[in-house]
């Protein structure tokens, strides 16, 4: 809890455990929620009644806020997404908001500037224009 | 995790999972958030009988998804409420409450059956079930639930414009 006073997603503070868990965008969580669902629809006769009311509102959540619903685009994105040395959050933040242009994915996850791995302009952009090709395809 | 004996046979390593789901699935935390699903059993220890009661606790480790907000981050979120003190907004299991001294000057509250926040020339409008891009500037966690504060006043924030619905 001593960290929360430093905690500051846009300079990826977000603590040790974060950073080294993985994180998974709102379509994977989608795929991993759906799925367990459907195993709780076959092995009980009311699966409403046996998840939380936290997995019901996750789930509605994560459906609607899914950029991409075809399981093999959701691997694309991530794959593309892994080969620019992101780190788990700021690969998620940005295939979950899918910004448009740099100067937006630069606001929605400013750390990608700010580490110096060099990330310039430029791999930004190639990296954006990457993932809207997978959206158009889907 | 402890398990009553009346739960030992065949069905142990089943029970306790399904207990496991049950007791941990829902829960949050300051540390991790809230806990949405169990994804796996890693491992699951010996039992060890308490003294006195015949209760066994088995040490479990398990996977599972969790949501935690982090200060700072920018997420999507949904209207569930407008008032003239601002607007509150669900991600998920998550409450979010954006004030109206943080949402864009030009963004009017307006009352009626449908409140909502509008521009001057109305062409943006927020109101229950709008979504909406907002950054979390901080949270709260209690025992049952995590709450935010957010803020829509930054660049690129605001309601999605998704064209696809249009």
Known sequence: MSGEEEENAAELKIGDEFLKAKCLMNCEVSLILEHKYEQLQQTSDDPTNSVSQVFEKSLQYVKRFSRYKNPDAVRQVREILARYQLAEFELCVLGNLCPETVEEAIAMVPSIKTRGRAQDDEAIEKMLNDLSLIKKFE | ?166
């Open chain 2, 1 to 166: 995790m402890q398990l009553h004996p009346r739960y030992f046979g065949r069905n142990l390593r089943d029970n306790l999972v399904s207990k496991l789901m049950k007791d941990v699935e829902g829960t949050c935390s300051g540390r991790h958030g809230f806990v949405v699903a169990v994804t796996g059993i890693e491992n699951i220890g010996k039992g060890l009988i308490r003294d006195g009661t015949g209760f066994v606790t088995f040490p479990v480790k398990y996977q599972c998804v969790v949501f935690r907000p982090f200060k700072g981050e920018i997420l999507e979120a949904v209207v569930t409420m407008v008032n003239k003190m601002g607007f509150f907004a669900e991600a998920g299991p998550v409450q979010i409450f954006v004030s109206n001294h943080l949402i864009p000057d030009d963004m009017e509250f307006q009352s009626g059956d449908m409140p909502n926040y509008t521009t001057s020339d109305g062409s943006v409008k927020i109101q229950k079930d709008s979504e909406v891009r907002l950054k979390i500037i901080g949270t709260r966690v209690d025992a049952t639930e995590i709450f935010c504060i957010g803020t829509i006043k930054d660049d690129f924030l605001g309601v999605i414009n998704d064209p696809t619905t249009v």
